[in-house]
Nanobody, 115 residues
Framework: QVQLVESGGGLVQAGRSLRLSCTASGNFFSAYAMGWYRQVPGNQRELVALISTTGTTNYADSVKGRFTISRDNMKNTVYLQMNSLKPEDTAVYYC?????????WGQGTQVTVSS
């Protein structure tokens, strides 16, 4: 069983930056594809960014050029650097990990961007 714990959310003004972290318990972190999703109440959870076991990244069009996902396998941690934040980035951000048929979610961290 893997537990994912997010941190780094908060309230920030538009145009500023935040960095989210997600630390995984257990072994074999490097074998997991990792990602960040976000959800606004009443909407479906949507993909923000993914990073593969080899470091290949993918981003939602809405965050390309502003957000960067990275991972540190020695620390069992995945990061989401969010720059030039916009009010529409306000959401609960969830960490996600997948290996073979197993997938895991964190509990979520709130990001609020004020205009």
């Amino acid at each position: 069983q893997v537990q994912l714990v997010e941190s780094g959310g908060g309230l920030v003004q538009a145009g500023r930056s935040l960095r989210l972290s997600c630390t995984a318990s257990g072994n074999f972190f490097s074998a997991y594809a990792m990602g960040w999703y976000r959800q606004v109440p009443g909407n479906q959870r949507e993909l923000v960014a993914l990073i593969s076991t080899t470091g290949t990244t993918n981003y939602a069009d809405s965050v390309k050029g502003r957000f960067t996902i990275s991972r540190d396998n020695m620390k069992n941690t995945v990061y989401l650097q969010m720059n030039s934040l916009k009010p529409e980035d306000t959401a609960v951000y969830y960490c996600y990990g997948k290996r073979l048929t197993d997938s895991y979610w964190g509990q979520g961290t709130q990001v609020t961007v004020s205009s």
